[in-house]
């Protein structure tokens, strides 16, 4: 669990921000998020075992030890991003959402394709590449208005 | 909608309003709204859906829907309910609640979650259009090969059907994603693991399976799409298999992330209006754990009469789901024990659920007994037991949520008076539907069938069923209206109407925009019921006498989990 | 094997079980909501205990011990169900299902029974009675199932595949069967019917079927 780190008014805040407590209240000994995802991994896992005790389907274990496996993964994921990401102390909301319809859009014409032809599979594209764009224009011009910001 | 970087207001103010300004939100709570709207209006449709098929097979022998059309009809009853109604009322709640429950000004990965609202919107839309096709999709909601092949079911419905259940699936799969991580990376300072609430448990272990399954019915719709293409694939029978197991891999498993969360609302409204913590917080967090992961591992009791399995092994893992059922039946029993019980609308719901679903659990572990499985399956039987889990358990725990957290979101009070006629309607109707069924199923009545013969012996049952279904469609109406005459009246919710325990109920009622604010600030968290123990502390405090007071250091009130925070354009 | 017999036999254990667990837990609620109507009338304060550790040990082994007593019975239920030995079979029939009637081939004999499932000509599934029958279940185009209500048993007819299973059927009768898995549009007319008939009774209806059969040369 992260502590968030308080270090004066951030850009566009208010200078009146309350102030946060001291100390947390926190006991001795916490159950991390990455040893509860890990547990669950564990019991799949034990699970697969067992049924390999009892069949020998081939598929039907790849596929529940494939999940299994998955979730072990997941169970690293969350203990590696509280090792490297340390908390900024602030939360950035995001407020552009074009190139997220787009993206649902595009998605959603490439299945199509499979009804109604490869020919809407190609023109799933467009929404593609726009949502693409979108959103690589909008992150430069962000970075521009960072560095402006900063050295300005 | 603009990319031109939007510097928003201070934080604390409201966003405006409009439909415009809604589709473009990243905020959770209006997602949950938008997720959980959609959600609502799809599973009026299907219920209605159900009442016409319920109409059909009133008496014997009618012809109010065709035999293509009735197919058409259950297919999308039963992907729609789950798919598209009971799935996104699992996940929105989650959407809407867990960042204020665990104390976090925004939802991980906003973006994200709306990418999983559109998606899920878009395959609604692409598996209505895939029922509303002439000869559409109408090999049911598991979409058995061969039948789901382009052989078997040819034309466009049946492939929009696979889209629109990949779609609406990926959809969900993405929201679980970032309710999950809220859930792990994101809670505020003093919000351990075991202080979070008990609806944050049952949506870790909700999503949890849903990454760990649902990518397992994307790839059987790849299964199904390869056949659509290349018929001759399934020559071999081994395909078929695979199907099966990669569909009931998820199909378990989903029933599953359709209960979880509204066990979690039942338990939430029981704890509050017993005027008690929940009982047995540790033992149902770790139950939970190991209930969703034999939930994982019992998929096989779909496929006990194919013949190609090793049966005692899910015979096992079915029947073992007894003991952390049981446990969590426990810890709700053991919460209701010794409290004083109000008995608002949403109680109503909560009691209901208790008996109603173990009906259903009851019912569910005799069917992982092969020997009866093998007489019953794929009859009434297995409808009622469905039907009773999913609608008599997991709905009711919903409206329980609903009737519980609508003052939180909108800020207004439902009527107490609808309410309670809406749960007696539900009552009534959801048992007199689905407790005959039990006898059609054991008199050997099969499922997906328009029609019966006159003198099969089902006629009787089948009546007294369908006139349950429109007591069903009227106990709808009731909640309809119950929202209309609260929405005129606007009756204000202060910010904890019930004396909540849990940390949304110390924000106002609607809350603000990133969830606490100095307003309405983040207390020192000891438990899971930080409301609760506040409420406790402030009377503790009043009761102390003003020289006893003086010297006192006061140590708990006003302290804030500062996340300043930018928007970005 | 013995389908019938093993399935009212757990049938009636588990739903005796189902409805005491049943039973306690609404005698419970009742007893609940009894108690709280007191304590109001009283104004007594709710109970503040959150955990009795003890309790929920004791809670935890019974259910335990409860789950493994159900899974004895259901394995047990399993082994008399496909005992390791299975008596050996005294014929065979090839039952074929297809969209949407059933064909039923006496294997070793030119014997062949059908219909067409439509207007009520549902074909008979003839059998002998007292003695193992194994029936070899398959399909040509769609996931099928044989279900035979008064059997208690029910099992899928895959294409490119044989689903064998054995039955000794105890007494004379004709009873209903159904398809019991969605394969399109008339599923539900896919009935069938199971005649069983005396030994010797049965010798008689396959020679004669077989004469028929070799006189008008199929």
Redesign the interface.
């Known amino acids: ?4 780190v ?1 270090a004066g ?6 200078e ?6 001291a100390e ?4 001795r000994a ?5 040893t ?2 890990a ?2 991994a564990a ?2 896992g034990l ?2 075992v ?2 390999a005790g ?2 020998n ?1 081939t ?2 274990l790849e ?2 030890g494939s ?2 496996g ?2 072990f993964l ?1 169970a690293g994921a ?1 203990w590696l ?2 090792r490297l990401r340390p908390d900024r ?10 190139s ?2 787009l ?3 595009a ?2 014409l490439a ?2 394709g ?3 032809g490869a020919w809407l599979m190609m023109v799933a594209a467009v929404p593609f590449i726009a949502a693409v764009g ?1 959103e690589a ?2 992150r430069r ?2 970075k521009a ?1 960072r560095r402006d910001a900063l050295g300005g | ?1 603009t ?1 031109e ?4 207001a ?2 604390g103010q409201e966003e405006t309003d409009g439909l415009v300004v809604w589709l ?3 905020d959770h709570k209006r997602i949950g709204i938008l997720t959980l709207g959609a959600a609502f209006v799809l599973f009026l449709f299907d219920g209605m859906l159900g009442l016409t098929m319920r109409a059909q097979l009133a008496r014997p022998g009618q012809h109010i829907l065709s ?2 059309q009735y ?1 058409q009809v259950f297919t999308i009853h039963g992907t729609g309910m789950i798919g598209l109604a009971i799935t996104p009322f699992a996940l929105g709640l989650g959407v809407y609640l867990i960042p204020l429950q665990v104390g976090a ?2 939802i991980a990965a ?2 994200v979650t ?2 999983g609202y ?2 899920y919107v ?2 609604a839309v ?1 598996l209505v259009w895939a029922f509303l096709t002439p000869g559409g999709a ?3 909601w ?1 979409g ?4 789901s092949s382009s052989i ?1 079911s040819p034309g ?1 419905g049946m ?2 059907w ?2 629109g259940v ?2 609406a699936a ?1 959809g969900m799969i993405l929201q679980g994603a970032t309710v999950l991580w809220t ?5 505020a ?6 202080r979070i609430p008990v609806f944050a448990w049952t949506m ?2 909700t999503c ?1 399976m849903t ?3 649902f ?2 019915l994307l790839t059987a719709m790849g299964v199904i ?1 390869a056949a ?2 290349d018929p001759g694939l ?5 395909w ?3 199907y099966e ?2 569909f009931w ?1 998820y199909g378990h498993p989903v029933v599953y992330v359709m209960f979880f969360p509204f066990v979690g609302c039942v338990a939430e409204v029981l704890a509050v209006f ?10 149902t967090a770790f139950s939970l ?2 209930f ?3 939930s ?2 019992v998929w ?1 009791h779909h496929l006990f ?9 899910f ?3 079915s ?2 789901l ?2 952390p059922a ?2 969590e ?2 810890g709700l ?2 919460t ?6 109000r008995y608002p609308t949403a109680m109503l719901f909560a ?1 209901a659920f ?2 109603q679903f ?2 259903g659990g ?2 569910g ?2 069917l ?5 499985d ?2 019953v ?3 009434y039987f297995v409808v009622a037991h469905f039907h009773y889990t999913l609608f008599a358990g997991s709905v009711f725990g919903f409206f329980a949520g609903v009737y519980f957290w609508w003052p939180k979101a909108t800020g207004f009070l439902l009527d107490e008076r609808a309410g309670r006629l809406h749960f007696v309607l539900m009552v009534i109707g959801a048992n007199v539907t689905y407790l005959p069924m039990f006898g059609l199923g054991i ?2 009545m ?7 013969p006159a003198g ?1 012996g089902f006629s009787a049952l089948s009546l007294i069923s369908s006139i349950g279904a429109g007591v069903i469609g009227l106990a709808m109406m009731a909640f309809l209206y119950n929202i209309y005459i609260s929405a005129r009246q606007k009756k204000p919710a202060t910010a904890d109407p019930w004396g909540g325990h849990s940390l949304e109920w110390l924000t106002s009622s609607p809350p603000p925009r ?1 969830n606490y604010d ?1 307003q309405f ?1 983040i207390p ?3 438990s899971f019921t930080p409301a609760l123990d506040l409420r406790e502390r402030q009377r503790e405090r009043q009761r102390v006498t003003p020289s006893q007071r003086a010297g006192r250091p006061v140590t708990d009130t ?12 | 094997m013995p ?1 019938r017999h ?2 009212s036999g ?2 009636l254990l ?2 005796v079980i ?1 409805g005491v ?2 039973g306690l ?2 005698a ?2 009742a007893a ?2 009894l ?3 007191r ?2 009338r009283r104004g ?9 550790r003890l309790l ?1 040990a004791a ?2 082994l019974a ?2 011990v ?2 493994a007593f ?2 004895v ?3 047990s ?2 082994g ?2 496909f005992p390791r030995q299975d008596p050996k079979p005294t014929m065979r029939v090839q039952v074929t299902a297809f ?1 949407w009637c059933w064909r039923f081939r006496y294997v070793g004999q030119p014997v062949t029974v059908t219909g067409s499932c439509a207007d009520g000509d549902y074909p008979v599934l003839v059998l002998p009675a007292g003695r193992p029958v194994e029936i070899d ?1 398959t399909s040509v ?3 099928h ?1 044989f ?1 035979v ?1 008064y059997l ?5 007819a ?4 044989v ?3 054995i039955v000794t059927l105890p007494r004379d009768g004709r009873w ?1 069967g ?11 007319e896919m009935d069938f019917y199971l005649q069983v008939v005396p030994q010797a009774q049965f010798g008689r209806w396959l020679h004669a079927r077989a004469g028929t059969a070799a006189v008008s040369g199929r």
């Not at chain 2, 099969?446 to 019966?452: D, E, H, Q």
């Not at chain 3, 208690?152 to 899928?156: E, G, H, N, T």
């Open positions: 669990m992260t502590a968030p308080s008014p951030r850009p566009g805040q208010d009146t921000q309350p102030r946060r407590p947390p209240d926190r006991p916490t159950l991390r998020p990455w509860v995802v547990l669950w019991m799949l699970l697969v067992l049924d009892f069949s389907n598929v039907v596929v529940s999940s299994a998955f979730v997941l969350v991003d509280r102390g602030y939360l950035r909301q995001p407020t552009r959402v074009g997220v319809v993206f649902a859009v998605v959603t299945w199509l499979f009804t109604f979108l224009a909008a011009r962000e208005a | 909608m990319a970087p939007v510097v928003t201070a934080p473009q939100t990243t035999a293509q197919n000004p925004r906003p973006r709306l990418l559109w998606c878009l395959g692409t109408a090999a049911g598991w058995y090969t061969p039948l078997y466009p492939s929009l696979v889209a990949f779609l990926s859930i792990l990376r994101m809670r300072p003093g919000v351990t693991m075991l870790v272990v949890l990454l760990a399954s990518p397992s799409t659509r293409i399934l020559a071999s029978n081994a078929n298999l695979a197991n990669l891999f017993s005027g008690r913590r929940f009982f047995n917080y540790t033992g754990l190991a969703a992961a034999l994982m591992a096989g009469i194919s013949g190609q399995q090793v049966n005692d092994y015979s096992l893992t029947i073992l007894t003991i049981g446990m039946y426990f029993l053991g209701i024990a010794g409290g004083r019980l009691l208790i008996p173990l009906i009851l019912t572990i005799m992982g007994t092969p020997s009866v093998y007489a399956n794929n009859s008199k050997g099969p499922r997906w069938v328009v029609t019966y099969a990133f100095a600030p020192r968290i000891r006003v302290t804030t989990d500062t996340r300043a925070y930018r928007d970005e354009g | 389908f093993v399935y757990i049938f588990e739903s189902a667990v049943f837990v609404l419970a609620m609940v909501m108690v709280s109507w304590k109001r007594a304060p709710a109970a503040r205990r959150e955990h009795l929920e809670f935890g259910l335990a409860m789950a159900l899974v019975v259901s394995f239920a399993n008399q169900d969209q279940l185009d769609v996931v199932a279900w209500p208690d048993y029910k099992m899928d895959f294409p490119g595949h689903d064998r299973f209903i159904r398809c019991a898995q969605l394969c399109g549009l008339y599923h539900y």
